[in-house]
């Protein structure tokens, strides 16, 4: 892609209007626009990012055995008031009339309108486990919208629903989002640790928010450095290894602010090794059993003629604020300098050729170079305008491709500059780069 | 996939309220489930085949230069005003109130908020043209939404919009669309004509429907046969090119009923050419100049210190309706089979064993089977229930993989039973059928 072709507006300056580092650099680099308070519009490069991420999200549910499907925004409110959350969820569900009069609402989560598809849909417990998610955009009328993409009214996220015969076998379902969860944010070069936390509004007993270091986040936590060193590595998808992925993870105290007790703090983990500090959630996990199958009739039919109501789960990946979040943990922001891990950048590779008008050679190296990318499944972004050199590094600082090819006067053969963001940059030759780059687009 | 783990939930018998031959289908076979009028949730079958034709439709778009955005599905009515729309669009736009009393409204198409975009993104003719696209949830809230999703209220759009610095541009980006559109139709398997339509809501005074002619049509066509023989083949992404497309297409006459003139059809086509039927809206363009760029103030510095509103178009696809276009066009109601073109079929290939309660070898084979399969990225779905034969080929007929290999009684040393749908069984080895189902896939 070339710059002067592409729809990537970017700002001389950081917008005042921006509090923290991620909503800064996605309106400055043209990632996003608002549309109106808390709304936006995702131009070109937040767009490629966002389903990048949304790519990695449904490859790791694929891999549990979980199924997707698509629900629609807009629901009726009948489902919830069955399950008894209509009156309940209060202003932030943003509540519709249609023009026959009929009380609708945008979906802001989905366990009624899931539990409804799967009582109509499955009669018998041969037919579990059943693993159910979709990505869709969902809405909540949050009174004061801030910080961008990261506490917006309309965002995008992945929910999934577990059904199960009993307690055991909904564990099992359980475990194995808490594996997948690991695995996703791995993927996202991500640390984000799973903690013990509340389940408000969706209701149950068992919940672990996932959640990433930032100073910027809104989610106070307490854990045990520890924790931090841990990984999913050689889990099984199978009860008993997932169980003791659990275990491993749960010897570290770690909960959430709501769930935090001073004595327990203390008791549990030594001074040194004591962390109190800010995170952002990614990802929320909840056990809730029959809450809603009960209340919405969601039966199977088991051995003996008996019947019993599904247990079930459910679990969230905030994929728009992903975006937000891997900014938060990746931006250098005093030196504006962004590095996307490979797995999600909107490109893998910038080009930056010097071009004069009177001579635009560096400009056919550019492109030989590019056409050899694209070969290899390269994709690279060139800046084929003929602003100054400064402002032209400046500017792919920003736009954050992991990886630089610099071609400026010098000439030294077949080498090139090549430059990792962060790294010291290196002479070497177009094949020796399509290795590095290949190889690090291979490990995710 | 194995039947017995999907997500499938099959009906035995058609389900009554559906009046179309799509309708019945998709509820049968499990593709969709109603959640209130007009809005549906999407299974994994139906899932499925919505998401390949989206990617069909994108790389389409792509392939003309057009950049891949995403808009908001809520919008804020202010827009709407500055165009003097608010007030024309009428009770099919679903109006909603925030918390804060705000007017917003949920998108039923995008003009405003591309333009929007464009005039604060945009500043010079340099720039141009731009070509935006989006896929995105639309909500009209239709008075008597039926037929399923094919005039549903909550759809899936493609919508693209042209912005360039003169009527000769805008007319060469109309053009691309226009042939892309032409592709697009054609990888689903569709013969979609493009026909002089009226421009409606949207305004301007050129514009196509692309139509595939079906019985349960909304649409009536007045046109000339011989346009059925056309195609895009050997045009060019050029301005003389694609005005050829245009010239060959527009030598025969075809509207839909708002541009009909019973003279002119009688004028200009021989008897035995007319033909007056129904058919199905899949895509429809539209020029429109500066009806929205000059309303919203959307202008590019021009050389010599001039300004001048851009000259839009707008170009839609209907995602999920295509869905339901594809059924209508494919399904064959009275023997109850379906064959998905290749392209976008949920499965490559049904599996159907014939299986025993003392007697898994069939099964066995299957899985063998399948596995191959797997390793030649073909895509199987396996039917391992003990039901019987002739309802396991029934419920397979509906599915609508467009192959099957059938695993009775007799065997056959290597030879296997072989049944592309809608045409004679064959016997033989699998290395023939992956061959024969490799060379489809690559086609598309």
Redesign the interface.
């Known amino acids: 892609m070339f710059i002067?072709?592409?729809?990537i507006?970017i700002l001389k300056n950081n917008p005042s209007e921006a509090k923290i580092k991620s909503h800064q650099l996605m309106l400055r680099v043209?990632m996003i626009?608002q549309?109106?308070?808390g709304?936006?519009?995702?131009?070109?490069l937040g767009?490629k990012v966002?389903k990048k991420i949304e790519k990695i999200v449904r490859e790791e549910q694929n891999k549990i055995?979980a199924?997707?499907?698509?629900?629609?925004?807009?629901?009726?409110s009948?489902i919830w008031k069955e399950s008894g959350r209509y009156e309940d969820y209060g202003?932030?569900m943003?509540r519709?009339k249609?023009?026959?009069d009929?009380e609708?609402l945008?979906g802001p989560t989905n366990e009624e309108?899931v539990t409804?598809?799967f009582r109509?849909?499955?009669k018998s417990y041969?037919?579990l486990p059943?693993l159910?998610y979709h990505i869709q955009?969902k809405?909540r009328?949050e009174?004061r919208p801030r910080f961008g993409i990261m506490r917006g009214?309309?965002f995008y996220m992945k929910d999934a629903y577990s059904f199960d015969i009993n307690d055991e076998e909904a564990l099992f379902s359980y475990n194995k989002f808490y594996l997948s969860y690991l695995k996703t944010f791995k993927r996202l070069d991500l640390i984000a640790i799973p903690m013990a936390a509340d389940t408000g509004p969706i209701g149950g007993n068992l919940s672990h928010e996932f959640i990433i270091l930032a100073e910027t986040g809104e989610s106070k936590i307490y854990t045990d450095k520890r924790i931090f060193d841990l990984n999913s590595e050689g889990t099984k998808l199978e009860k008993k290894s997932l169980k003791e992925l659990r275990e491993k993870y749960e010897q570290f105290y770690s909960v959430t602010d709501e769930k935090f007790d001073k004595k327990e703090f203390e008791k549990k983990i030594s001074e040194p090794n004591r962390l109190i500090t800010k995170g952002i959630e990614v990802g929320h996990i909840f056990y809730f059993g029959d809450k809603y199958s009960k209340a919405m009739g969601a039966s199977v039919d088991l051995p003996e003629s008996k019947k019993d109501f599904v247990k079930m789960g459910s679990y969230g990946i905030g994929v728009s604020r992903l975006v937000g979040a891997i900014i938060e943990a990746k931006y250098d922001e005093k030196n504006e300098v962004m590095k996307w891990p490979i797995s999600v950048a909107p490109y893998d590779v910038s080009i930056i050729p010097m071009i004069n008008k009177n001579d635009i050679s560096a400009l056919e190296k550019a492109n030989k170079i590019n056409f050899e990318f694209a070969k290899n499944n390269i994709e690279a972004i060139i800046d084929d305008t003929d602003e100054n050199f400064s402002s032209k590094i400046k500017k792919m600082n920003l736009i954050g491709a992991p990886y630089q090819v610099i071609i400026g006067k010098q000439k030294d053969g077949d080498l090139l500059e090549f430059k990792e963001i962060g790294k010291e940059a290196k002479r070497i030759n177009l094949v020796e780069i399509i290795k590095i780059i290949k190889e690090q687009k291979a490990g995710n």
């Open positions: 002067s072709k592409s729809f507006p043209g626009k549309s109106s308070a709304i936006y519009s995702w131009l070109p767009f966002m055995g199924q997707e499907i698509l629900m629609p925004t807009i629901q009726s009948e202003e932030e943003l519709i249609d023009r026959q009929r609708m945008y309108l409804d598809i109509s849909s499955v041969k037919s059943q159910l955009w809405f009328d009174i009214r309309e």
